[in-house]
């Protein structure tokens, strides 16, 4: 269930397809998830309750491999993989399903039809679990759009999918050129729903094509996440703890830190305790990027440290720099 490093797939009408997909797949997609969606529908509460059963049975039973690709292919630890990923999508599926069991009035479950949904950068596995289990429940088909950096996660969850025999077409995942993709999911009068999740020039576009298409739609991105050291804490002792929310995925994740602030007083012996920590915990460079535009995007940030006015307290990758200017363009 390991997907190699620049492989492309994509997954319609329970097949795979080892290349990337072009507005002809995503055409067959969008009709065979109609149909297979009217079909879906029609099942009661409690056959549904049955596929969200088997759904997390198979997460279960495939945990310590899904942990170990998840963590070959994202750079986090295994120990992370396991605690914030697989256990959380095996325990929101359980969750949903115990829920569906008890739901009062399932007539006012109307389903939306084909949702199209386009991310997550981060955290994929968990993302697109919950996003299947959710359509599942509530009786939608959904065409998936994983990011260049997510398709190792959609492969395997794929994997889990065919084992599930769903009506065909009703969950697929197509891989191509993520602008047109991304165009037709948003802008296409056939999906009548679509979320994504991204960064916020990307987003402006599929707001406005949603927009004159006036359906439905979420819009989850990025956001800056600070640290603030407290000045009575002691971060020499727990330098570990405080580093790992910017190193964990090396910085490529929604939900890393990208800012420290320190009281003036101790800042030296903080960028001293940082220092000797990242000397002392090597990373293999050469596996370090999830793709050659989070590389291209890493060698550009760093260039443009010392014009703007900051300083680099340890060159990697990671880079860890200080000092710079909050007016500067890179800070922001």
Known sequence: MF???GTTFCYIDQEFRDQPAQALDFVQSLHSAKE??????KLSLAERVEYLKRFAEIIYEKKQELVKAEAQETFLPEFFCHDEIMDPAQEYVENLYGE???FPK???LMPTGVIGVSGPRSLPFLYLTKWVANALASANAL???PTNQAMGSAFRLAGILKKLDLPKGLIQILNGDEQELNSLLSGHPGVNAFLF???????EKWIQQVSFRKKKAQFFMGAKNSALIHPEFDFKKNISS????????MGQMEFNTHRFFISQNQEEEFYQSAQEYLQTHEVDSNRLFYSD???HHYEKAVSRIIPEQGKILFSGPPTLTRDLPNCSDLQQ
Not at 197 to 203: C, L, Q, T
Not at 242 to 249: D, E, I, K
């Open 3 to 5: 997907l190699k490093s």
């Open 100 to 102: 569906l069991q008890i």
């Open 143 to 145: 065409i998936l759009q």
């Open 36 to 41: 297979a969606q009217e079909k879906y529908k």
């Open 197 to 203: 999740s991204g960064n916020s020039g990307e987003a």
């Open 242 to 249: 405080v580093l790992s929310p910017a190193l964990l995925g």
């Open 106 to 108: 399932p007539e006012v």
């Open 293 to 295: 535009q989070n590389r």
